[in-house]
């Protein structure tokens, strides 16, 4: 079966700007995790949508947002982008609760410059 | 709250000599523990998980992992490492929320080197 499918793979973007990542799950999952991945942090939560509801959330600023559509498809927000955005941005889908673990895309690669 | 430890950022290793990746947990309660490998600019790929069954799990690519609740370790094991080995490997821990439902606690990685 198709895994998790994250679009765009790489994205330039400027200081100020906004942009929006995408992430399709596999088939039948209908949570989404979203995760920062930077070599000084490490990997980071930054929320979770199940059944187009945010369950979890991380401790992100308010400019980090997200949504999922009635298909699971979802997607996150960067709003008034900074330097310190620049990371690979992962997204994990799973069955009802996670207990049995995440399957991962392979991530969208965000440069901020 | 769960915390996970991987004793070591760096691990080098020959070719056909066994590899060890450490990882200690800390938790309330028995745990969820799982092991991802990430090769560079890829996602993370599931190595193997122990949800409170068989304390010795095996994984994909020859890997395993036991769970010892007395050290509060899993540890990950191959007898023999290979060159396509070398990644990044990311001790897990599952945290319970308020909500029902687990979100992971991250280890900070282990870079394995695997020399010719």
Known sequence: KAGVTQT????????????????SPISGHRSVSWYQ??????????????????????????????????????EMN???????????????????????????????????? | AQSVTQLDSHVSVSEGTPVLLRCNYSSSY????????????????????YTSAATLVKGINGFEAEFKKSETSF??????????DAAEYFCVVSDGTASGTYKYIFGTGTRLKVLA
Request: positive net charge; charged residues 15%; aromatic residues 12%.
């Open chain 1, 8 to 23: 765009p793979r790489y994205l330039i973007k400027t200081r100020g700007q906004q942009v929006t990542l995408s992430c």
């Open chain 1, 37 to 74: 991945q930077t070599p000084g942090q490490g990997l980071q939560f930054l929320f979770e949508y199940f059944s187009e509801t945010q369950r979890n959330k991380g401790n992100f600023p308010g400019r980090f947002s997200g949504r999922q559509f009635s298909n699971s498809r979802s």
């Open chain 1, 78 to 113: 960067v709003s008034t982008l900074e330097l310190g955005d620049s990371a690979l941005y992962l997204c994990a889908s799973s069955g009802l609760t996670g207990y049995d673990g995440y399957t991962f895309g392979s991530g969208t690669r965000l440069t901020v410059v």
């Open chain 2, 30 to 49: 028995s745990p969820s523990l799982f092991w991802y490998v990430q090769h560079p600019n890829k996602g993370l790929q599931l190595l193997l998980k």
């Open chain 2, 75 to 84: 540890h990950l094991t191959k007898p023999s490492a290979h060159m396509s």
